[in-house]
């Protein structure tokens, strides 16, 4: 079993930065990939970032995903951040995530 833990969001103004952690503990050699998820309110979770460089078209040229795998740790990290990526941050297993959901990171961007 994988335990996903997110770090990192905060409260941010448009056009701000912030720099997301997730570290993966447990049996994570069953995990070939993994991404970046995230849920809006009253909205369904969307996958973000995920792989070596899959983005969504909403985040591309903004968002950069990388990985260090001596640390079992994915980065996120979000630039020219706008009030459409309020959301709950996620990460899990790219494409599919089939890993238990942890309880992600919150990112507000507001003025």
């Known amino acids: 079993q994988v335990q996903l833990v997110e770090s990192g969001g905060g409260l941010v103004q448009p056009g701000g930065s912030l720099r997301l952690t997730c570290i993966a503990s447990?049996?994570?050699?069953?995990?070939?990939?993994m991404g970046w998820y995230r849920q809006a309110p009253g909205k369904q979770r969307e996958l973000v970032a995920g792989g070596a460089a899959y983005y969504a078209d909403s985040v591309k040229g903004r968002f950069i995903i990388s990985r260090d795998s001596a640390k079992n740790t994915l980065y996120l990290q979000m630039n020219s951040l706008k009030p459409e990526d309020t959301a709950v941050y996620y990460c899990?297993?790219?494409?599919?995530?089939?890993?238990?959901w942890g309880q992600g990171t919150q990112v507000n961007v507001s003025s």
């Open positions: 447990g049996n994570i050699f069953s995990i070939n990939a």
């Open positions: 899990n297993a790219f494409p599919r995530s089939f890993l238990s």
